[in-house]
């Protein structure tokens, strides 16, 4: 079966270099006479048919090999004096062979001065290692005249293989293979060769264990019943789970294929080994110890079957490849020859082997004196030698780990050391002292320290912040009459106007939290906010309140008797803390119901005072604000600038959407900080990529904000080339990222210029912790793919009125103090070398469309729930929702 596999790469990549070509370099000791070692080469190869096989295809497209019944083997000799070994080297490794050419061996006898070479070049699809040992060790008896025993008859094994149960060592495959598994591919962490179509570059790293370690390491394997192989094969499923971030590890083994039931098959010489898959499911809970067990058992279970190619194992497995590295034990017999029985006799006293394999990454484990050699061998285009020997060491040292700690469990096992997890700390590091205040506190602080400077613009209205903070406490006055406070929510149901943000702060000054209803939503998704939340009152206008359904008490914000002087029997004051709730904003939810996050002042007042000492604002700044109230964004856009004296200007209602008024307003208010989402990002950079009427439209800018979504590099690089169009430099632009539930944004990233598919999230805010988790939760390496965790001062206090919810999502912080908490992303990120959080993706069915977070579920949970509708599901297709639905027997649902 492997041979076949071997003649398909052949076929595949015939103008490229063979994988499959073995060299093995053996230097030689005594006497070196070359007829008489050609003629030992020959002998050999006249005893063993197998070595003269040829391969080929025929019309149907079977693969068969052709013994055929004599043939010369193709010596020469070389002299280093004329030539440097590695270009004897090179120039015999670039010759090919054919193979349907017999022999598919030859040998070359390299001299240099006094000392002799032997260069035996094979494929290896007509010798394994194994056979290389018995060549060996039956050329030094040829050299020297001794009588070989008969040859070992290759056609017992064949009719053997022919014999086995074919059908049945599929069904056991299928039922090991059950799943199916997720194919592990360890490359998945490699950059990507600059040409897919290059050639492997072979090269490899060798580690070898020290002889005390080795021992130690067979001391423990015989002391609980197990081989050393196996305990190589479950460091190695360790090892990729904790680098792929899976519990279902598959990779490939190679097995000797010499079976016992075949007499003198162990002298044989050919091609016996095959490559099968290992599974090995990773259980937390399992000591190392139990798993390795578990593995030899499961293992041993399948070798009757490991007769069966591994195309016929990848298609009742579902098709397709099941992994990219390899583990190859050494359990042939030594090399070596006894020594010569007499002084100048010919010896072979080292063996160089330049081959390599088929698979980005191979451990080739060799027994044998002086310790155990790990060879990892290693497509250069994939993983450098850096990257390669990284992953030695973390190898090695966990076989010192089940040496040392045998009962530790396998989600106590990972692979940082010690200084990695220093490094780690250092980058969490982040304490900053933030002022014990609410949002309501800080506005009123600044609002006696520049009463008459512009607070809000929206159109033709400029509220001062002295009329801000009257308007917005007579609003208070009345929400308290009505019982608002800490602890309790209102609702704000107003378009963005000056009277928005009269009813935001109105609210924190009741010591209430505000609960922003959109209502541009559906009819459906707005009552169901304003029922979950609990508010017993909604703040609104006259024209926005006939958008309401009933319910909560509406109290209108623009109406005379809610303004200044107006007569209110107000209710006892009582101011929020840091740790009451500022505002409940609701996300999507996974099981068809929005979730209403709670966010405290403290949170919210971390996330500004860090806003503020990164990026400076000013009193002469203008933010533009233009994103919904109902999107966590909106509320640095709406409370930053008011905090340090700065002016916010609201574009108008719907005018988020449209580039050319965007443009206006930012030109002609003099805007220098505003928010994208980054596709819009990209439509307001395509729309004005050809305005040429106005180029000082971007003169104001001093800083732009991207968040909710991927950015990539191609908006950043748009962005950055259309702002510096006039000669200036670009307007700065920085990634923020954060989910709804840690106060909006935890990480940034100031975009340099350079950027792959996607610019990074950066490096954590201040009082914030990320940590890169795998299933699990042992933090992963750098460069390592894992689920993003967030702890810290930002996390909101969860999901209103769903503590099964709360508690799936915020779990106990094992890095952090006695009840300290961390919440689960569901993102999919890395950490550079440098500490920068690179964004790959979700864990999860939720997605991102244009910046809006949706769960698929929820939509899948509504098309299920339609007249005649069995099932539903829902994708992304080109940017966009597709639902599927699938009808119930017999029905055809109305397609509307």
């Given at each position: 079966p492997l041979q076949e596999g071997f003649f398909f790469h052949a076929a595949l990549d015939a103008d490229g270099a063979d994988l499959y070509l073995v060299q093995e370099l053996l230097e030689l000791d005594g006497h070196v006479d070359p007829d008489r070692l050609r003629d030992a080469l020959q002998l050999i190869l006249d005893r063993h048919p197998l070595l003269r096989a040829s391969f080929r295809q025929l019309p149907g497209g079977e693969v068969?090999?052709?013994?055929?019944?004599?043939?010369?083997?193709?010596?020469?000799?070389?002299?280093?004096?004329?030539?440097?070994?590695?270009?004897?080297?090179?120039?015999?490794?670039?010759?090919?062979?054919?193979?349907?050419?017999?022999?598919?061996?030859?040998?070359?006898?390299?001299?240099?001065?006094?000392?002799?070479?032997?260069?035996?070049?094979?494929?290896?699809?007509?010798?394994?290692?194994?056979?290389?040992?018995?060549?060996?060790?039956?050329?030094?008896?040829?050299?020297?005249?001794?009588?070989?025993?008969?040859?070992?008859?290759?056609?017992?094994?064949?009719?053997?293989?022919?014999?086995?149960?074919?059908?049945?060592?599929?069904?056991?495959?299928?039922?090991?293979?059950?799943?199916?598994?997720?194919?592990?591919?360890?490359?998945?962490?490699?950059?990507?060769?600059?040409?897919?179509?290059?050639?492997?570059?072979?090269?490899?790293?060798?580690?070898?264990?020290?002889?005390?370690?080795?021992?130690?390491?067979?001391?423990?394997?015989?002391?609980?019943?197990?081989?050393?192989?196996?305990?190589?094969?479950?460091?190695?499923?360790?090892?990729?789970?904790?680098?792929?971030g899976s519990g279902d590890i598959v990779f490939g083994t190679t097995v000797s294929g010499r079976t016992t039931e075949v007499t003198g098959l162990d002298s044989a010489v050919g091609l016996f080994i095959n490559t099968v898959p290992t599974r090995v499911g990773l259980r937390p809970q399992e000591t190392l110890t139990e798993l390795l067990r578990r593995v030899q058992d499961e293992h041993s279970a399948l070798l009757d079957h490991q007769h069966l190619g591994l195309a016929d194992i990848q298609r009742v497995a579902g098709g397709g490849e099941l992994f990219d590295t390899l583990v190859v034990f050494e359990n042939h017999p030594a090399a070596q020859p006894p020594a010569a029985r007499e002084p100048g006799e010919l010896r072979i006293t080292g063996n160089e082997v330049h081959d390599a394999v088929h698979y980005p990454l191979a451990l080739i484990v060799e027994p044998g004196n002086g310790g155990l050699l790990l060879r990892f061998k290693h497509d250069a285009t994939r993983f450098d030698q850096v990257a390669v020997a990284v992953i030695a060491n973390r190898f090695t040292a966990l076989l010192r780990t089940l040496v040392a700690d045998p009962g530790r469990t396998v989600a106590r096992t990972g692979l940082l050391s010690g200084r990695e997890h220093a490094h780690l700390a250092e980058l969490n590091a982040t304490e900053r002292a933030v002022p014990e205040a609410t949002l309501a506190s800080l506005f009123a602080a600044q609002a006696a320290r520049t009463p008459d400077a512009p607070a809000v613009i929206f159109e033709s209205t400029t509220l001062s912040y002295a009329e801000l903070d009257r308007r917005a406490e007579a609003l208070a006055r009345r929400l308290r009459s009505r019982g608002a406070g800490p602890e309790s929510y209102v609702a704000v149901a107003v378009p963005r106007s000056a009277e928005l943000l009269v009813a935001l702060l109105g609210v924190l000054k009741a010591g209430a939290a505000y609960v922003p209803v959109d209502l541009d939503y559906p009819a459906e998704r707005v009552a169901f906010v304003l029922d979950d939340s609990g508010a017993r009152t909604v703040v609104t206008t006259t024209e926005a309140a006939g958008m309401l359904p009933a319910g909560p008490d509406r109290l209108l914000v623009d109406r005379d008797e809610d303004l200044p002087g107006a007569d209110v029997h107000e209710g006892p004051v009582r101011h929020a803390g840091p740790d009451h709730p500022a505002y409940l904003i609701h996300t999507s939810g996974s099981t068809g119901r929005p979730k209403g996050v709670a966010v405290t002042h403290r949170a919210v007042v971390n996330r500004l005072a860090w806003m503020q000492g990164e990026y400076g604002l000013g009193a002469d700044d203008r933010v533009l604000q233009k994103t919904p109230a109902a999107f966590d964004v909106s509320v640095w856009e709406f409370f930053w600038p008011l905090m340090e004296g700065a002016t916010v200007v609201l574009a108008r209602p719907g005018g988020h959407r449209d580039p050319g008024y965007l443009a206006e307003v930012i030109r002609s208010r003099r805007i220098t900080t505003l928010h994208f989402v980054p596709s819009m990002l990209a439509a307001f950079t395509q729309a004005l990529d050809s305005a040429t009427d106005r180029p000082d439209w971007a003169d104001s800018l001093r800083r732009v904000f991207c968040s909710g979504e991927a950015l990539t590099g191609a908006q950043a690089g748009d962005w950055s080339a259309l702002t510096s169009r006039s000669g200036r430099a670009p307007v700065p632009l920085h990634n923020l990222y954060g989910p709804t539930e840690a106060a909006v944004d935890v990480t940034s990233f100031a975009y340099d210029g350079h950027a792959g598919r996607t610019v990074a999230i950066g490096r954590p805010v201040w009082n914030t912790r990320l940590h890169v988790l795998d299933p699990f939760l042992r933090q992963v390496p750098d460069g390592v793919p894992g689920e993003l965790y967030l702890a810290g001062t930002q996390l909101a206090r969860g999901y209103h009125d769903r503590p099964g919810t709360t508690a799936e999502r915020f779990v106990a912080d094992p890095f952090g103090g006695p009840g300290e908490r961390m919440y689960r992303t569901g993102d999919l990120v890395r950490r550079r070398t440098d500490g920068v959080v690179e964004y790959l993706g979700r864990t999860d069915r939720q997605v991102k469309i244009r910046g809006n977070r949706i769960e698929l579920g929820e939509i899948e949970a509504a098309l299920a729930a339609l007249p005649g509708v069995a099932g539903a599901a829902v994708i992304v297709r080109d940017g966009a929702l597709a639902g599927y639905a699938v009808p119930v027997p017999g029905t055809v649902p109305d397609q509307e």
């Amino acid at each position: 079966p492997l041979q076949e596999g071997f003649f398909f790469h052949a076929a595949l990549d015939a103008d490229g270099a063979d994988l499959y070509l073995v060299q093995e370099l053996l230097e030689l000791d005594g006497h070196v006479d070359p007829d008489r070692l050609r003629d030992a080469l020959q002998l050999i190869l006249d005893r063993h048919p197998l070595l003269r096989a040829s391969f080929r295809q025929l019309p149907g497209g079977e693969v068969v090999q052709r013994l055929a019944g004599r043939v010369t083997l193709p010596w020469r000799e070389a002299d280093t004096a004329d030539t440097a070994l590695d270009d004897v080297l090179r120039a015999d490794r670039a010759e090919p062979f054919i193979l349907d050419r017999p022999p598919l061996l030859r040998a070359t006898l390299v001299r240099d001065g006094g000392r002799h070479r032997l260069l035996l070049t094979l494929h290896h699809i007509v010798a394994d290692g194994w056979s290389v040992s018995v060549l060996l060790r039956e050329l030094t008896a040829a050299y020297r005249g001794d009588e070989l025993p008969a040859p070992a008859d290759p056609r017992p094994y064949l009719g053997w293989l022919a014999a086995r149960d074919r059908d049945g060592a599929r069904d056991a495959w299928r039922q090991a293979l059950t799943g199916p598994p997720e194919p592990t591919r360890l490359s998945a962490l490699a950059a990507a060769p600059d040409d897919e179509r290059a050639p492997a570059r072979p090269e490899q790293v060798d580690t070898r264990l020290p002889e005390e370690f080795t021992a130690a390491l067979t001391g423990y394997a015989r002391a609980h019943g197990l081989t050393l192989s196996t305990v190589v094969h479950g460091a190695w499923a360790l090892l990729l789970g904790a680098l792929t971030g899976s519990g279902d590890i598959v990779f490939g083994t190679t097995v000797s294929g010499r079976t016992t039931e075949v007499t003198g098959l162990d002298s044989a010489v050919g091609l016996f080994i095959n490559t099968v898959p290992t599974r090995v499911g990773l259980r937390p809970q399992e000591t190392l110890t139990e798993l390795l067990r578990r593995v030899q058992d499961e293992h041993s279970a399948l070798l009757d079957h490991q007769h069966l190619g591994l195309a016929d194992i990848q298609r009742v497995a579902g098709g397709g490849e099941l992994f990219d590295t390899l583990v190859v034990f050494e359990n042939h017999p030594a090399a070596q020859p006894p020594a010569a029985r007499e002084p100048g006799e010919l010896r072979i006293t080292g063996n160089e082997v330049h081959d390599a394999v088929h698979y980005p990454l191979a451990l080739i484990v060799e027994p044998g004196n002086g310790g155990l050699l790990l060879r990892f061998k290693h497509d250069a285009t994939r993983f450098d030698q850096v990257a390669v020997a990284v992953i030695a060491n973390r190898f090695t040292a966990l076989l010192r780990t089940l040496v040392a700690d045998p009962g530790r469990t396998v989600a106590r096992t990972g692979l940082l050391s010690g200084r990695e997890h220093a490094h780690l700390a250092e980058l969490n590091a982040t304490e900053r002292a933030v002022p014990e205040a609410t949002l309501a506190s800080l506005f009123a602080a600044q609002a006696a320290r520049t009463p008459d400077a512009p607070a809000v613009i929206f159109e033709s209205t400029t509220l001062s912040y002295a009329e801000l903070d009257r308007r917005a406490e007579a609003l208070a006055r009345r929400l308290r009459s009505r019982g608002a406070g800490p602890e309790s929510y209102v609702a704000v149901a107003v378009p963005r106007s000056a009277e928005l943000l009269v009813a935001l702060l109105g609210v924190l000054k009741a010591g209430a939290a505000y609960v922003p209803v959109d209502l541009d939503y559906p009819a459906e998704r707005v009552a169901f906010v304003l029922d979950d939340s609990g508010a017993r009152t909604v703040v609104t206008t006259t024209e926005a309140a006939g958008m309401l359904p009933a319910g909560p008490d509406r109290l209108l914000v623009d109406r005379d008797e809610d303004l200044p002087g107006a007569d209110v029997h107000e209710g006892p004051v009582r101011h929020a803390g840091p740790d009451h709730p500022a505002y409940l904003i609701h996300t999507s939810g996974s099981t068809g119901r929005p979730k209403g996050v709670a966010v405290t002042h403290r949170a919210v007042v971390n996330r500004l005072a860090w806003m503020q000492g990164e990026y400076g604002l000013g009193a002469d700044d203008r933010v533009l604000q233009k994103t919904p109230a109902a999107f966590d964004v909106s509320v640095w856009e709406f409370f930053w600038p008011l905090m340090e004296g700065a002016t916010v200007v609201l574009a108008r209602p719907g005018g988020h959407r449209d580039p050319g008024y965007l443009a206006e307003v930012i030109r002609s208010r003099r805007i220098t900080t505003l928010h994208f989402v980054p596709s819009m990002l990209a439509a307001f950079t395509q729309a004005l990529d050809s305005a040429t009427d106005r180029p000082d439209w971007a003169d104001s800018l001093r800083r732009v904000f991207c968040s909710g979504e991927a950015l990539t590099g191609a908006q950043a690089g748009d962005w950055s080339a259309l702002t510096s169009r006039s000669g200036r430099a670009p307007v700065p632009l920085h990634n923020l990222y954060g989910p709804t539930e840690a106060a909006v944004d935890v990480t940034s990233f100031a975009y340099d210029g350079h950027a792959g598919r996607t610019v990074a999230i950066g490096r954590p805010v201040w009082n914030t912790r990320l940590h890169v988790l795998d299933p699990f939760l042992r933090q992963v390496p750098d460069g390592v793919p894992g689920e993003l965790y967030l702890a810290g001062t930002q996390l909101a206090r969860g999901y209103h009125d769903r503590p099964g919810t709360t508690a799936e999502r915020f779990v106990a912080d094992p890095f952090g103090g006695p009840g300290e908490r961390m919440y689960r992303t569901g993102d999919l990120v890395r950490r550079r070398t440098d500490g920068v959080v690179e964004y790959l993706g979700r864990t999860d069915r939720q997605v991102k469309i244009r910046g809006n977070r949706i769960e698929l579920g929820e939509i899948e949970a509504a098309l299920a729930a339609l007249p005649g509708v069995a099932g539903a599901a829902v994708i992304v297709r080109d940017g966009a929702l597709a639902g599927y639905a699938v009808p119930v027997p017999g029905t055809v649902p109305d397609q509307e």
